[in-house]
């Protein structure tokens, strides 16, 4: 996989189109696209590309993977929390579309962060053992 791929994520740019779009004629969708931050992630995954999967390896990616969606979870669980109490600035409206973001934004980082720890886990680690 090539890291420029990683530039995908600069599509997530185009979730500011969201808050034109709302004024405009009320659609909310445009927001969706923040989820494409996530894919900056692409760009650690092809710096692994040609990593040799062996047991380490696994247990790096199992880590990484569940640290991610730990994480990812833990924002989306505060947000229900707090955005599901009632009007944020009096507006039902304005809830909905925080909360889409928040939760768009938290599956972006889960993408990018498990990418991203697995490169950190896997590059951080000593190769051997340590000499005293």
Do not use: C, K
């Amino acid at each position: 996989m090539d890291p420029r791929l990683g530039l995908l994520g600069s599509l997530g740019f185009l979730g500011l189109l969201g808050f034109w779009t709302y004024r405009v004629d009320r659609t909310i969708f445009p927001f969706v696209f923040f989820l494409f931050f996530g894919f900056f992630g692409f760009f650690f995954e092809g710096r692994m590309s040609g990593t040799l999967m062996d047991e380490r390896y696994r247990e790096n990616q199992l880590r990484a993977r569940t640290t991610a969606s730990r994480t990812a979870l833990s924002i989306i669980f505060l947000a229900v929390l707090l955005l599901g109490q009632g009007r944020l600035m009096g507006n039902l409206e304005v809830t909905l579309i925080a909360f889409v973001i928040v939760v768009v934004l938290a599956l972006a980082l889960e993408l990018f962060l498990s990418s991203y720890l697995l490169y950190r886990y896997d590059h951080d680690e000593p190769a051997g053992g340590n000499e005293a």
